[in-house]
């Protein structure tokens, strides 16, 4: 007995085992108890099956629901006026010098209640959602302090409880010095390893533990302590690495068993060979390299021959790519980075669910997992990559439970 059945349709499964889009013409989908039961072409479904609810989809194509597995969501305030004023020639160094940047957001979303960023990030994560995202990770790293990081974690769960979606949160302690410890790199450090860390693990908030490890972020040395520390407490570990300088991060990534090593625009063939042999995945992040107008790409090639998977996510933040499209994420990834459809597809689909630790749960159309579901109204998967500023969502389904994605997620 299956609760709803889909049919009428064609799939692009992106199963695990199959090599592209696993395309199945003519196919159905049914559901049970919010979790995909069946799945295969119309002609092949068993004819025992019942069904509670039929929906036919008009010959659309379902693909797993979007998994946008970087993000920075969470935060209050946002940073137009510094855009407005670095196009009028402002420099980063101007804005910093005024208490711009980064430490105007911390400002802000210190100065917010747990309610309140909760209000403030919804728009952004139904953004996401109308697009058919149905999981998401989000970061702290704009409290900069134990209690207020706490608050950011909160805030990201709650999202998951005001709309239909699965969130994971990643504590970013290590993201920048706050005011506070102003030349004292180390003695922040510290005081996440001894008191954000444990507290966090406490309170079990945080799925993973992520850092910057860059020269304007923290050195090797740091995220090692950081990370360590997180596998004390068992949590999983994540890594901003080699986005503006090669400092070795994807290796440091690896050394750790990282779920993924983000960005990595500087990394070297050791690093890539490095997250081959630790399956550590590869999220690449397009929205930020165009903002910042980069020029140095992350090296394709070599997560191909290594066999790296390859995630794409929006990299949400107020600073660097005030992104909410995981649509305009891959025409990027396309555009920009030379990936193939079939790579940004998986990108955002089962290789972001394996950079999430969700492998077995969500990220494709297989029997036994999380029928997280979107239904397009597209002729063929490519015209999700091609379209820039078009959004063709027909309905998304989470958990075996059909919404409508404009509708109801404001
Ligand atoms: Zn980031």
Not at 54 to 82: K, S
Not at 303 to 316: E, I, N
Not at 318 to 336: E, W
């Amino acid at each position: 007995m299956f609760d709803l059945e889909l049919t009428d349709a064609h799939l692009a499964t992106m199963r695990p085992d199959g090599a592209g889009y696993g395309v199945v013409r003519d196919g159905a989908i049914g559901i049970r108890d919010g979790q995909i039961a069946w799945v295969g072409p119309r002609s092949e479904r068993p004819r025992s099956a019942q069904t509670r609810e039929t929906l036919r989809c008009g010959g659309r194509w379902l693909l797993p629901g979007f998994v946008d597995c970087h993000t920075h969501a969470v935060y209050a305030g946002n940073r137009a006026g510094e855009f407005e004023r670095r196009l009028h020639g402002a420099t980063y160094a101007d804005i910093a010098r005024e208490g711009g940047g980064i430490n105007a957001t911390v400002r802000a979303t210190r100065a917010a209640g747990e309610d309140e960023l909760v209000a403030q990030s919804r728009p952004r994560v139904a953004a996401l959602l109308a697009e058919g995202v149905t999981t998401l990770e989000v970061k702290s790293g704009y409290g900069l302090d134990t209690a207020n990081e706490m608050k950011m974690l909160r805030a990201a769960r709650q999202l998951a409880v005001a709309l239909p979606v699965t969130v994971r949160t990643t504590l970013l302690a290590a993201h920048a010095l706050p005011p506070e410890f102003a030349g004292r790199a180390d003695d922040y450090i510290d005081y996440v390893c001894r008191d954000t860390i444990p507290a966090v693990a406490a309170a079990g908030i945080a799925d993973a533990v992520d850092a910057f490890c860059e020269t304007i972020g923290f050195t090797p040395a740091q995220v090692r302590r950081v990370f360590a520390a997180a596998r004390a407490y068992g949590l999983e570990v994540k890594l901003h690495a080699d986005q503006l300088s090669d400092l070795g991060g994807a290796a440091l990534a690896a050394e750790f068993g990282a779920l993924s090593a983000d960005h990595l625009e500087y990394t070297n063939e050791e690093g890539v060979a490095a997250m081959a042999a630790s399956g550590t995945a590869a999220v690449i992040l397009p929205g930020a390299f165009y903002f910042l107008n980069e020029t140095r790409k992350p090296p394709i090639a070599l997560f191909r021959k290594y066999g790296v998977p390859m995630a794409l996510a929006t990299d949400c933040n107020p600073g660097t790519s005030p992104l909410t499209s995981l649509l305009l994420t891959m025409n990027m990834a396309a555009t920009l980075f030379g990936l193939s459809v079939a790579e940004c597809l998986a990108g955002v689909t089962r290789n972001a669910a394996q950079a999430l630790g969700l492998a077995g749960e969500t990220g494709s159309l297989t029997a036994g997992k999380r029928a997280d579901i979107a239904i397009w109204d597209v002729s063929r998967p490519a015209e999700l990559v091609y379209r820039i500023g078009f959004n063709p969502l027909h309905r998304r389904i989470f958990g075996g439970a059909m919404d409508d994605a404009r509708r109801s997620m404001r």
